[in-house]
């Protein structure tokens, strides 16, 4: 086996200095989100109970590109630009003549990308002069992150996690509260949402986020900040792709083929949606591949439509591909991706047919894991390791048509937190839980009432 490494690094004046905004360019044009209570398409003051201006600005934004603030790109600064590898000891482990590169954002603090949102969403509130955030965390990366950015800009920082993360997790949660923030197992009996879910003992994103936002509602002091999903998220994260276009610029080469994991959509909007403008000005024939888990197959399954992004039904109506807002996923170890919506600018482009979707399942998502981890050295966290079988299925698929593909995913963090699942993996006892037909009857028959078809 090869010792060789190869490894493209930017200097800290390289950090992006503006996000690219997908909203004006997407094919076919975006759809607006709509109040529940007129099914009218919700304007600013819909977003102001639980949102600073300027991330409301940036969630209607028509400029194609947004000035990252100085103080948001100092703290960025702590550990980016993040690292591309050339992934020599894994093209050899698999035997593949492709190319694979993959950009780790694993070397933040939280140990994931999450912190490119959680440290611009920390800045904007605290000029806005809030002093408490409340959110969700699936497995744990999201709620570190805001953590992490609470403690630099002065904000209390309330978590509530979902229950079965929060029980196969610990660490995360003692790393939460090491940066002071509170944190909580959702459903809780602290609000009316966990109370109204409490049925549904290992949680949901959704029942996470109900619980979050109802608190945030409820004090003017206080606002919500979400770690996914939302246009301003996605937005935020591209600093990883303009990132990668220098850095394969210095290799020489460009992608085939793009490929991260979705849940919600901000990490596989971060890497691909700078390479998709990058693919328009520059004519190339890069594909997309988004990547999500079997058990919760939201892009694969799911209908385009209008839903709730909470369980409660809290939130504006967002178009977007979805298994229904009541769906709970089985407790699978991606925790980050047990989420029954998909962002709406990422269920955009699937649906124009600019991102391809596949799901993969628990066992081979961390068969490839550890094919990763004993090539490359980095033990993925489980939400990425499905961009690493994914990547895998495309060398494989290149070699069996004898091509040579350059294949780019995104490491978007280590696994540190995440050895029970591993334990389980090598024990042997890791399910493999798939979306029944049945189980997207049952959800789908509760999108809301009167909502519109989107045609």
Request: proline share 8%; net charge negative.
């Amino acid at each position: 086996m090869s010792d060789r490494t190869t490894k493209f690094l930017l200097s800290e004046d390289q950090i992006p200095s503006h996000w690219i905004n997908l909203l004006p360019e997407l094919p076919g044009g975006a759809l607006p989100p709509l109040s529940p209570a007129t099914m009218q398409p919700a304007g600013p003051d819909d977003l102001a109970a639980i949102f600073p201006p300027q991330v409301i600005e940036q969630e209607v934004s028509s400029e194609h590109e947004i000035a990252i603030p100085e103080p948001v790109r100092e703290a960025l600064g702590l550990w980016r630009p993040t690292p591309l590898f050339r992934a020599h000891r894994l093209e050899e482990a698999v035997g593949t003549r492709s190319r694979i590169y993959y950009k780790y954002e694993g070397v933040s603090p939280a140990g994931s990308h999450k912190p490119n949102s959680a440290i611009a969403q920390a800045y904007y509130n605290q000029q806005a002069g809030i002093a408490k955030l409340t959110t969700e965390t699936g497995a744990g990366q999201w709620g570190s992150a805001l953590s992490f950015a609470g403690a630099m800009f002065g904000l209390e920082i309330e978590i509530y996690m979902v229950g079965s993360s929060y029980d196969q997790k610990p660490y995360r949660r003692s790393m939460m509260r090491t940066w002071g923030a509170e944190v909580h197992r959702s459903p809780s009996d602290r609000t009316e949402a966990g109370r109204q879910n409490a049925a549904f003992e290992t949680g949901s994103l959704g029942i996470a986020i109900s619980e979050a936002v109802e608190l945030a509602a409820q004090r003017p002091d206080t606002n919500y900040s979400l770690g996914s999903v939302l246009n301003h998220v996605l937005l935020h994260q591209t600093v990883i792709g303009q990132e990668t276009i220098a850095q394969l610029a210095l290799a020489g080469d460009t992608p085939d083929v793009v490929v991260a994991s979705a849940g919600g959509g901000s990490n596989f909007a971060g890497i691909a949606f700078p390479w998709w403008r990058e693919k328009q000005r520059r004519g190339l024939g890069t594909r997309f591949v988004a990547t999500e888990p079997a058990a919760c197959p939201t892009l694969t399954q799911g209908v385009y439509g209008y839903d709730f992004g909470d369980a409660s039904g809290l939130t504006p109506l967002l178009p977007m591909h979805t298994l229904g807002h009541g769906f709970v996923p089985p407790p699978v170890h991606a925790g980050g991706l047990r989420y029954h919506g998909m962002a709406p600018l990422l269920s955009a482009m699937v649906r124009a047919g600019e991102v391809e979707a596949r799901a993969v399942r628990q066992n081979e998502t961390f068969e490839a894991a550890l094919t990763f981890a004993r090539a490359e050295g980095i033990v993925p966290a489980p939400e990425s390791a499905h961009a690493v079988r994914s990547a895998l299925i495309e060398a494989e698929r290149a070699d069996e048509a004898g091509e040579e593909r350059t294949i780019l995913f995104l490491l978007s963090g280590h696994g540190h937190f995440d050895m029970a699942a591993y334990d389980a993996y090598l024990a042997g006892d890791l399910e493999d839980p798939e979306f029944s037909p049945e189980e997207r009857d049952r959800a789908l028959a509760e999108l809301p009432a009167g909502a519109p078809a989107i045609a």
